[in-house]
């Protein structure tokens, strides 16, 4: 317990949250709350972190925050993420493969490489080949609907 405990507070700076040590949830932003999350799920220490609607819950600005703050973790520390949303922007910028499922029944309509260069940026969702992969994504949305 007490290397746990170690482990995770020498961990807050990185995760922008060495000013809220003993802090209660209650007390902290929806962002300062995901980033607490994000910690709590790298601290398991596994192979995969399953991400399922991260930013949903957070404002435009504090959403776009949260993805360059996400994008420089993977960069850091290198680990597989399942990143599960239904923004497609957000999905373009996180992710080297996106899987497009149908309604109910859930199934997988499409699986694509996302071939954009890293480390990826924010801004990116300006760029033509960014909006051509999303034309691309919201065709095949359309059709499934």
């Avoid at 807050?12 to 902290?28: D, I, N, Q, R, V």
């Avoid at 709350?33 to 709590?40: C, D, E, G, P, V």
């Avoid at 776009?64 to 923004?87: I, K, Y």
């Avoid at 899987?99 to 699986?111: A, Q, T």
Wanted: charged residues 25%; aromatic residues 10%; proline residues 6%.
């Amino acid at each position: 317990m007490a290397e746990a405990r170690a482990e995770a507070l020498a961990l807050l700076p990185t995760f922008g949250l060495e000013k809220f040590a003993h802090s209660y949830p209650y007390m902290l932003s929806g962002g300062m709350k995901q980033r607490a999350a994000f910690l709590r799920t790298y601290l398991c220490h596994k192979d995969l972190m399953l991400l399922d609607e991260p930013f949903g819950k957070l404002d435009a600005l504090t959403r776009r925050q949260m993805q360059g703050w996400l994008l420089e973790m993977w960069q850091r520390f290198n680990q597989a993420v399942l990143f599960v949303t239904h923004d497609v922007d957000e999905a373009i910028l996180l992710s080297d493969r996106i899987f497009l499922m149908s309604p109910s029944p859930g199934r997988i309509l499409l699986e694509m490489k996302i071939t954009l260069p890293r480390p990826r940026q924010p801004r990116m969702v300006t760029e033509r080949a960014f909006t051509e992969i999303k034309q691309e994504l919201l065709q095949w949305l359309e059709k499934s609907i």
